[in-house]
Structure formats: C-alpha cells, structure tokens
C-alpha cells in the first residue's frame, strides 16, 4: 500500500476523535479544565469590577412626518425617515462638529476621535418616527452635555441648502398669498350682502361656500407653517425628552462576564488538548516522523 495512503488514513484517524476518547481527555484534565476556566472567570469578574463607571444620558425625539396634501413640498426638501436620522445623527457630518466644538480629539487624529466617540453615542429608529438617544461616558455631566452637542449638531445639519430655501421662500410665498385671498373670501361672505362674484348667494349656498373656503384656509394656514418650519431646519420641538442626567452608572452584568470568561477558556483549554492529543499520538508513529520533523522545522520547535 502507498505511503501516502497510511499516512492519509492515520491522520483520519487522529482527526476522528470519539465520544469515548473526548470523555478520557476531559476527565484526565478535569482539574485543569475546572481550576483554568474558574480562574479566568473570577480575573474577568475583577477586571469588570475596577473598569470606569459608565454613564447613559438618554433623549427621545420625534421627527415630523410627512403631512397629505403636500407632496409639493416635500419635493423641494426631503424630511428625514427615523432609520436616516438615525445614520447621520452617527455620521461624520453630525459627530465632527462635536469633537471640534468640544474638543475632544486631545492631539489625535478626526478619525479615531470619530470612532472613539461612535462607540458612545448609540441611536435607535422607531418607524412611527421616534428616536432613542444614548449616550455614554464616565461622568454623568459629560453624558448629558454629550448627547446636548449631538442633536444640536444633527439639528444643525437639517437645515437647507441655499438652493432649497430659495425654491421654499417661493412656496411660502405663494401659500401666503393663497391664505390671504381665502380670508377676504370668508370676510365678504361672512358680510350681511351675502353676494360674492357679482352673485347673489341664498343661505345654504353661502354655508357650503363658507365651509369650503374655511377648509381652504386651515390648508393654508398648516402649509405656511410647515414651510416656515423647514425653511430653518428641525428645531428644539422635536426634542421630547431633553437629555438626562444620569444619577447612577449602568450595572455590569459581572456575572455573565465570568460565566462567557469562563466558558471560552474551557472551550480554548480542550482544544488545547485535543492538539496536544494529536501530536503524542502522531509522535508514536514512525511513519510520520519526516512530517513531524518539517512541522517543528517550520514551527522552529528544534
């Protein structure tokens, strides 16, 4: 039989570790396994304990939603979803402007203060258009005042281009012109002559006119508004929970960072072992002395 077929059938054989060999090496290095994972877990559970306290200052804000009937609007300028407010107010054009202002980048490069500060600042989108806003540090102050700077500085990047403002002080022109006319209508027709347009209206007809145009001007009256509101970005109303203050630090789950400590090295000593298995075993046979020569060659484990 070839040489390469003995030496491919050994290896197979050392590769298929049964389920009554796996029980012997464990109970051989029982007391390795226990004393190494428990050590591990008990440094992890230390290390958890003297780590920084961390602080959450959390906010809630509530994006204005696309209102019917006016399309036309919303054409010039985008209002955002909450899934896209959550992604800038984590982007560079929000974060940026934070780290100069407060600087924080301390003789660093933007970029790593930028990622540094990602790791802090967290963002979740509702899509009935609420977001959560957390941000953490090891002062409660610094919390706050973080989380302050971020919807500021997001705030500040809704506001239009030169370009969108133009075509929206259009709009509110026009919608004001618009408002305008409708009040004079509801003024004449409201008037004890009844007559609009060189027309004499009765009763009913003046009530269906009037209910018409009253419906016009709260049209109006909501498109003036929501483009003066555009036209200088979000403001502080959509902020519905301002910032907190946080009074405790968030609880480390030190339990469980023992228990996964603890777990992985276990993982970590049995494989460990199984290698340490292989190798005695390997080592036994003849055959595979040149391949085990040319890996501690290469290992340089002479």
């Known amino acids: 039989m070839p040489k390469d077929n003995v030496l491919n059938r050994h290896l197979e054989k050392v590769d298929e570790v049964g389920l009554l060999d796996l029980l012997i090496l464990i109970a051989e290095n029982f007391k390795l396994l226990v004393v190494g994972s428990v050590l591990v877990g008990m440094i992890a559970a230390g290390l958890a304990h003297v780590a920084p306290e961390r602080y959450v200052s959390r906010a809630t804000l509530v994006l204005p939603s696309q209102a019917p009937g006016l399309s036309h609007v919303f054409a010039v300028i985008k209002v955002q979803t909450p899934a896209q407010a959550a992604e800038l107010m984590t982007s560079s054009r929000v974060l940026d402007p934070v780290i100069i202002r407060m600087k924080l980048s301390e003789g660093r490069p933007l970029d790593i203060a930028r990622k540094d500060l990602m790791k802090q600042v967290k963002v979740s989108a509702d899509p009935a258009g609420l977001l959560q806003l957390e941000v953490t540090s090891n002062q409660p102050e610094q919390a ?131 290698i340490l298995q292989a190798w005695r075993s390997a080592a036994q046979d003849p055959s595979l002395a040149p391949k085990l020569l040319r890996l501690r060659n290469a290992l340089k484990l002479r």
């Open 144 to 274: 706050q005042t973080l989380a302050n700077a971020v919807i500021e500085s997001w705030l500040k990047s809704t506001e239009p281009t030169q370009t969108e403002r133009a075509a929206l002080e259009k709009l509110l022109a026009h919608a004001e012109s618009s408002l305008n006319a409708t009040r004079r209508l509801i003024e004449r027709l409201s008037s004890e002559t009844g007559v609009v347009s060189g027309k004499t209206l009765d009763q009913q007809d003046t009530g269906a006119t009037l209910t018409a145009a009253a419906d016009l001007q709260t049209r109006y009256l909501h498109e003036t508004a929501t483009i003066a509101s555009l036209r200088g970005g979000y403001s502080m109303d959509v902020v519905e929970q301002a910032p907190t203050l946080p009074t405790s630090p968030e609880s480390k789950p030190k339990g469980l960072i023992a228990l996964l400590s603890a777990l992985a090295t276990a993982m970590a000593l049995l494989l460990w072992i199984l």
